[in-house]
């Protein structure tokens, strides 16, 4: 991936939402060498008191505005995934490095123009999989790398959660269960990080198939998804996810089955990570920075400034779009 030497990184936000307040905003400036100096959202009263609120000091409604503004020379995009693209392009086009939300597009399609367009320009593209450096994943990776279940012969993903207040919406729905603007329903806004992370253990998924359904009836996009999917070292796995649940049934888990025991992990609530052998059972509690995209932040500016390398590309990332799209059936 092609490597900057840039001194400052100065960031224009293109987005101003919830995401940018708590998990991803903050650490940008308290990473050395790292500064916001720009953002930008379609509403003028959200982005001026944004930019307020945040003491920073260019604010704009247009995207090519902030691409444009000569302080900023990095990009974070965090709008809805069917924008991502459209936003990557220009501020490569323009020599901008962006970092782009999960999933890196609304389609493994668009991936691949976001992947040309780096490569045609030399520009990296960095894609927010920050759970691959957060302590918590890290600590389960070293589990497997060390044994502690022995030879891992199947993965099971399972998730499960109640309708969402704003589901029951009908005529004001969020965006996340618009096919146009998220790619899918809410498995394609929650399953990538958990795809990620599976790949940063166990390799690439090779083959993947699903099968999907409506079956609460409140918007148009999958609310119940199955599927099964092989890594390309043979190793078999399975997922299902259903955003229709009863409340009693909330679930969180990515179960690792060993020839000696096993292993389970959450990937949004954190729980501890549990580990059952013959030695018995062992409940690890593993903290995360309060900022838990700060450790991939730190990453990509290092990147920029030439005085490290970030692995987080779009190319990494384009792989969970394929998987995605296999097992909704849109390829």
Known sequence: ??????????????????????????????IPGSTVVAVMSRSREKTQAYAERHHIPHWYTD?????????????????????????????????????????????YLDCQRINRVSEQ????????????????????RELVSAGAIGKVVSVQVQFSAPPRD?????????????????????????????????????????????????LGGLYQTEDTVSACFQFNNGLPGS?????????????????????????SFSVY??????????SGHESIAVPNPPFVQMPL???????LQGIGNCTADSLSATSVNWVMDQILGKM
């Open 239 to 263: 997922g299902s996810w259903c955003f229709v649940s009863h409340e009693s049934v909330r679930t969180d888990r990515i179960l690792l089955m060993g020839e000696t025991g096993q292993l």
């Open 166 to 214: 704003l589901d029951y919406h009908s005529t004001n729905l969020p965006w996340r269960v618009q096919r146009d603007i998220a790619g899918g329903g809410y498995f394609y806004d929650l399953a990538p990080h958990q795809i990620d992370i599976l790949q940063e253990i166990f390799g690439p998924i090779v083959r993947a198939k699903g099968y999907s359904a409506n």
């Open 121 to 140: 320009t030399g520009v990296p593209c960095f894609v927010a999989y920050y759970r691959r450096f957060l302590p918590y994943f890290l600590r389960v």
């Open 63 to 107: 995207a090519q505005q902030l691409i444009n503004d000569p302080e900023v020379n990095a990009v974070y995009i965090a709008t809805p995934p069917s924008s991502h693209a459209t936003y990557a392009i220009m501020a490569m086009r323009a020599g901008k490095p962006p970092y782009v939300e999960k999933p890196l597009a609304s389609s």
């Open 297 to 303: 932040i730190e990453r990509v500016v290092q990147h």
């Open 269 to 278: 609530t954190y729980d501890p990570i549990m580990l059952s052998t013959e």
């Open 1 to 30: 991936m092609t490597r900057s030497n840039l001194r400052k990184i100065r960031w224009g936000f293109i987005g101003c939402g919830e995401a940018t307040e708590k998990k991803s905003g903050p650490a940008f400036s308290q």
